[in-house]
């Protein structure tokens, strides 16, 4: 009888420090929006899309890490010297080094270029300009000082900002 109670006393210790060190985990996995130098080191000076180099926007710039090597930059770039056609879907790049879900559709490593467009929608296309998909964005109705370009953490990843509309971004 006392073998069982060491082994029910053994297993109950076992579990209590698996539950404790859930929520370490759990927190080395939530993603950490960058500022500051972090943003700096990571965020390109300027971005290629459909032939041509623009300079990227850096106070309209984000990133997030999700975990130690998993991120999503994005930042708008100097569209001037682009056509009107392509400057109605394309605002700047789009860059995640693992795979994501954005707005619920499922995104591969790479470099992209988006766009908040018209009807309240998200555009993600390949730097060749071959649109890959486009989602609904969501209102947020509170956010009380919207800008341009802003990222903020969500339920489960981040959301990516464009004034008051927002897409959600979750590693896959």
Do not use: W
């Amino acid at each position: 009888m006392s073998k069982m109670r060491h082994h029910r006393t053994a297993v109950l210790f076992v579990l209590c420090a698996v539950f404790a060190a859930l929520p370490t985990v759990v927190a080395a996995q939530a993603p950490v929006v960058l500022s500051g130098a972090q943003l700096a080191r990571i965020v390109p000076a300027g971005f290629f899309f459909e032939g041509q180099s623009a300079p990227t926007q850096m106070r309209n710039a984000v990133a997030a890490r999700f975990g130690a090597k998993q991120h999503v930059v994005a930042g708008m770039v100097d569209t001037s010297g682009y056509s009107a056609d392509v400057r109605s879907r394309y605002e700047g790049f789009f860059i995640v080094d693992t795979p994501m879900i954005v707005g619920g559709q499922e995104l591969a490593t790479g470099a992209y270029g988006f766009g908040f467009v018209e009807n309240n929608r998200f555009t993600i296309s390949d730097v060749g300009g071959t649109q890959m998909f486009t989602v609904n964005t969501e209102p947020d109705r509170n956010l009380r000082r919207p800008r341009p370009l802003m990222l903020t953490r969500g339920a489960g990843g981040v959301r990516l900002y464009s004034g008051q509309r927002f897409v959600t971004i979750t590693l896959r």
